[in-house]
């Protein structure tokens, strides 16, 4: 029996399916989850959730969040999600330029701002990094010699 997995951002339905195991960042550690796991919650780091099936493996960027695990249910409410599949690395890389100029420019006392802008640097690094990780889309482009 397949567990069901729902990633919610805060904006959209990120993905929905049923899964044969979720791979979740937690803020203690990876956790694997597997059907009939017992209730529990918790805290998400910035990281890569992956889910599998027998047939294949799906890979999302989460910039951190909470999941709820119930016996037949993953629930992730994450700040941000996305598909690597579906990262646009040009922007990416222009969220991230924007970051990089912002640190170079933001006043040391302005704390709220200074964080507003690691976090987005972070959260561009992390969408760039998985995606040259982990697209399959590039690695269908390679041919066998
Ligand atoms: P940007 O400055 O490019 O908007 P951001 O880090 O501020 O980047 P978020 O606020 O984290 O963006 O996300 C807003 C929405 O856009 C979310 O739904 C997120 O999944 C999506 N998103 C952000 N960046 C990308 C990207 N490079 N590719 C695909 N979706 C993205």
Do not use: W
């Not at 709220?112 to 990094?129: G, K, P, V």
């Amino acid at each position: 029996m397949p567990i069901r997995c729902e990633i919610v951002s805060q904006d959209r339905m990120v993905y929905e399916g049923d899964v044969d195991i979720v791979v979740l960042p937690g803020t203690e550690g990876e956790m694997g989850i597997l059907p009939h796991h017992a209730p529990l919650l918790t805290t998400l780091k910035f990281g890569l959730i992956k889910v599998r099936t027998k047939s294949e493996e799906r890979i999302f960027t989460v910039a951190g969040g909470v999941a709820e695990i119930q016996p037949a249910i993953v629930t992730v409410l994450a700040d941000a999600a996305e598909n690597v599949e579906e990262i646009d690395i040009a922007r990416a890389e222009t969220a991230r330029k924007r970051a990089e100029e912002s640190l170079s420019s933001v006043r040391t006392e302005d704390v709220d701002a200074f964080l507003a802008i690691e976090a987005a640097l972070r959260r561009s690094n992390l969408r760039l990094d998985a995606a040259k990780r982990f697209r399959t889309g590039k690695r269908t482009t390679y041919t066998e010699e």
